[in-house]
């Protein structure tokens, strides 16, 4: 064979080992990956009860319910709910005790306020007049409208948990993931004593008042720590 043919047939194939040789690499590798779950915040009515109710029976049918004493629980966006509780009439010795549970449903846990949603204002929001106004009317005037002598008005606050029932104002606790916040409120119009009482009930008769009240809740505040490592240095 011509010796320089038979080079040029050699030489490529002596040259592949030596490209792939020159071609090789080792790999390793360490990766790093995040999982972040994005919190739920949920605060959801779960139980409205009424514990006791003395009211007139106005039209003599012997029903309270659904009658002269009307409620609703309507939803609303983002999960925030309005009981609605309409009493008519009202007169004296009328009493109403409820008992209202809300409920944890997220994993956030959350503080609760008993708040209008501005700061210098809590507590219940009281108006009175002549006509019925629709629910969606904001009273304008502050508590109390209702003259202090004729009303009573107590309201209670517990957390409910696994372990029990706690004795709570509205911000004392953090409430974690199936939490209650309990509420336990009592509203009673005393029958007037005297010739001032039976004069300042007078001046009462015939209006409407409203009671408006909002419970906030907010996101506990996080908190910090450091450090974490890991490590193979001795």
């Known amino acids: 064979m011509n010796k320089k043919l038979f080079a ?56 309270l319910f659904g009658d002269e004493l009307k ?40 503080t609760a306020t008993w708040a209008w949603g501005t700061p210098i204002q809590t507590g219940p929001r009281w108006d009175n007049d002549t006509t019925d106004q629709c629910w969606d009317e904001t009273p304008t005037k502050n508590f109390p409208m209702w003259p202090e002598s004729l009303w009573s008005w107590k309201i209670e606050y517990f957390k409910v948990n696994a372990t029990g029932t706690y004795p709570a104002t509205p911000t004392q606790y953090p409430y974690k993931p199936g939490d209650v916040f309990r509420v336990v409120q009592h509203i009673n119009l005393k029958q007037p004593a005297n010739t001032a009482e039976m004069e300042a009930y007078k ?32």
């Open 8 to 63: 040029a047939l050699i030489l490529p194939l002596m040259l592949i080992p030596l490209a792939s040789f020159g071609a090789a690499h080792l790999y390793d590798s360490v990766e790093k990956k995040y999982k972040l779950h994005i919190g739920k915040m949920c605060a959801d009515l779960t139980y409205f009860h009424v514990d006791y109710v003395k009211l007139i029976d106005k039209n003599n049918n012997g029903t």
């Open 71 to 110: 409620i609703e629980v309507i939803p609303g966006p983002c999960g925030l709910m309005t009981i609605r509780i309409l009493v008519d009439p009202v007169s004296p010795d009328f009493v109403l005790n409820t008992t209202m549970e809300i409920t944890n449903c997220g994993d956030l846990p959350w």
């Open 203 to 234: 001046k009462i008769m015939g209006t409407w008042f409203w009671i408006w009240e909002i419970w906030t809740f907010a996101t506990e505040d996080p908190i910090t720590d450091s450090s974490w490592t890991y490590s193979t240095q001795g």
